[in-house]
């Protein structure tokens, strides 16, 4: 079974609205760490997120918001005010291990495109 | 501003040759980095974990003879393809821990001829 499953292999949004990436996840481990990256076509992983899984509140940075929810384990990604600059391939990933996942590898979704339209 | 760097982000060799893919932790310790190889349109596929000082942990299918992995500083971890064939023709990235967050190097596009 997939440990981490993203159902949007594209996603397109309007320019200065709002979308969400879906993202469920898959362990048996208590403790873990979810996290989103962006990466643009130049290939970089862009850090944008990350939610332990005994954080009690939903994580936001910036305009990047995670809503977890933990007993459908799931971890979609908001993104408020879509930009321009936002199209690219977005990954969701699991570490497991260690207090909320502070151990071991980064597991990948297949990963979802965004085209944002201006 | 970059937390790791990684170097070359391009690099094209013959067949047969080796090529070395640097990546370093800036201002921090890393104990242990990883190595990812990405194919077009798909995910990061995990090769190996480097170790600070001890030999690396590599994925299954992964040949440890062809991909050469040092972790000789704190700081510093090295991919080595030797023998490079136009079949490892690929995206290389690397990462380390930084606290809770896994912080990725720019990722080396690797092209053998």
């Known amino acids: 079974a997939q440990k981490i499953t993203q159902t949007q292999p594209g996603m397109f949004v309007q320019e200065k609205e709002a979308v969400t990436l879906d993202c469920t996840y898959d362990?048996?481990?208590?403790?873990?760490?979810l996290f989103w990256y962006k990466q643009p076509s130049s290939g970089e992983m862009i850090f944008l997120i990350y939610?332990?899984?005994?954080?009690?509140q939903n994580a936001t940075e910036g305009r990047y918001s995670l809503n977890f929810q933990k007993a459908r384990k799931s971890a979609n990604l908001v993104i408020s005010a879509s930009q321009l600059g936002d199209s690219a391939m977005y990954f969701c990933?699991?570490?497991?291990?260690?207090?909320?996942?502070?151990?071991?590898?980064?597991?990948f979704g297949k990963g979802t495109k965004l085209s944002v339209k201006p | 501003g970059a937390v790791v760097s990684q170097h070359p982000s391009w690099v094209i060799c013959k067949s047969g040759t080796s090529v070395k893919i640097e990546c370093r932790s800036l201002?921090?310790?890393?104990?242990?980095m990883f190595w990812y190889r990405q194919f077009p349109k798909q995910s990061l596929m995990l090769m190996a974990t480097?170790?600070?000082?001890?030999?690396?942990?590599?994925e299954q299918g992964v040949e440890k003879d062809k991909f050469l992995i040092n972790h000789a500083s704190l700081t510093l971890s090295t991919l080595t393809v030797t023998s490079a064939h136009p079949e490892d023709s690929s995206f290389y990235i690397c990462?380390?821990?930084?606290?809770?967050?896994?912080?990725f190097g720019e990722g080396s596009w690797l092209t053998v001829v």
């Open positions: 480097s170790n600070e000082g001890s030999k690396a942990t590599y």
């Open positions: 990933a699991m570490r497991e291990g260690g207090y909320g996942g502070s151990q071991g590898n980064l597991i």
């Open positions: 939610q332990g899984s005994y954080d009690q």
């Open positions: 362990t048996s481990d208590p403790s873990y760490g």
């Open positions: 990462s380390a821990s930084r606290f809770y967050t896994i912080y």
């Open positions: 201002d921090f310790q890393a104990t242990t």
